[in-house]
């Protein structure tokens, strides 16, 4: 591990360790906050917008763009909406935080493509593999630092410090990338300008019904699975730490240990 793999697994281990802390329990803030299920479910629902609208013009911004600043200027945007979440008075501000967040997906075409240029093409499964075991080893016991901070301060206090926790780490990770990642494509990259994103967004829905008809049976198969897949985790995830705490009745502290343990699993997965 080297070079930009090294930049990212170090920085991903600060990302990951962050977002471990608080993805596991932001609902209970959303409910601290006078909201209820609904609002859990529209908070999710305007962050997923915003990455229905980027996403397909986000490989366009790759191909023109410096990635290095954009994944930098990805930091440091998340890192102001995750401000505003800290202060936030209300949930409202926090879906408005949220919707804003979700923007900020033009980063992973940008992030996807340079790891892979920063490995040898017969050696990316093993790379991105062990990248991805250290990226991770941390973030195991954040869901129980969580759980404790939140049984000590409360919902609404408890996630505020872990946002607080959170802005740190995506400030710091942006820094490090912009002092310590290397451009090595060797690709001639243009000027973006405002006509040719409203050109790729057009291109890009348009063409979808073609690419779906273009596919092999086993690739439409495979795509009917992920969407599947998206939609039971778009369903479930954001809910699970509130079936745990209000209908089971299991404190933060126990819920994160079984997070702790799920998290142990995942581990012990990534590198084979």
């Known amino acids: 591990i080297s070079g930009n ?18 993805f596991p329990y932001a609902s209970l803030y959303i ?19 915003a990455g229905l609208v ?39 501000i926090v879906a408005v935080a949220s919707l804003l967040f979700g923007s900020v997906v033009f980063q992973f075409p940008a992030y996807a493509s340079l790891v892979a240029d920063s490995l040898p093409p ?28 939140i049984e000590r301060h409360s919902a609404n206090l408890g996630m505020r410090i872990l946002y607080t926790v959170m802005l740190a780490a995506y400030l710091s990770s942006a820094f490090i990338q912009l002092r310590y990642l290397r451009e090595n494509s060797p690709s001639h990259r243009e000027p973006l ?18 690419l779906f008809k273009q596919m092999s049976p086993t690739l439409r198969a495979l795509a009917c699975v992920v969407l599947l897949s998206f939609l039971a985790n778009g369903v479930a995830t954001s809910f699970w730490v509130v079936y ?28 084979p």
Request: charged share 10%; net charge neutral; proline share 3%.
């Open 54 to 92: 980027m996403l397909p013009i986000a490989g366009h911004i790759t191909d023109h763009a410096d990635r290095i600043r954009l994944l930098a200027l990805a930091g440091f945007l998340s890192s102001f909406f995750i401000l505003m979440i800290v202060f936030a008075p209300t949930w409202q």
């Open 5 to 22: 793999i090294l930049v990212f697994a170090s920085t991903d281990l600060l990302g990951n360790f962050a977002r471990s802390l608080v």
């Open 122 to 149: 017969l050696d990316r499964g093993r790379g991105i593999g062990i990248m991805n075991t250290v990226s991770s080893s941390l973030a195991i016991f954040a869901p129980y630092l969580a759980g404790v901070v």
């Open 193 to 210: 300008s405002l006509a040719a994103l409203t050109r790729a967004l057009g291109q890009a829905y348009q063409k979808i019904p073609a």
């Open 244 to 271: 745990a705490t209000e209908q089971i009745g299991l404190s933060t502290i126990e819920w994160g240990l079984i997070m702790l343990f799920e998290a142990l699993v995942r581990l012990a997965v990534f590198l």
């Open 31 to 49: 409910l601290a906050l006078g909201g209820d299920a609904a609002s859990i479910g529209l908070v999710n629902f305007l962050g997923l917008l």
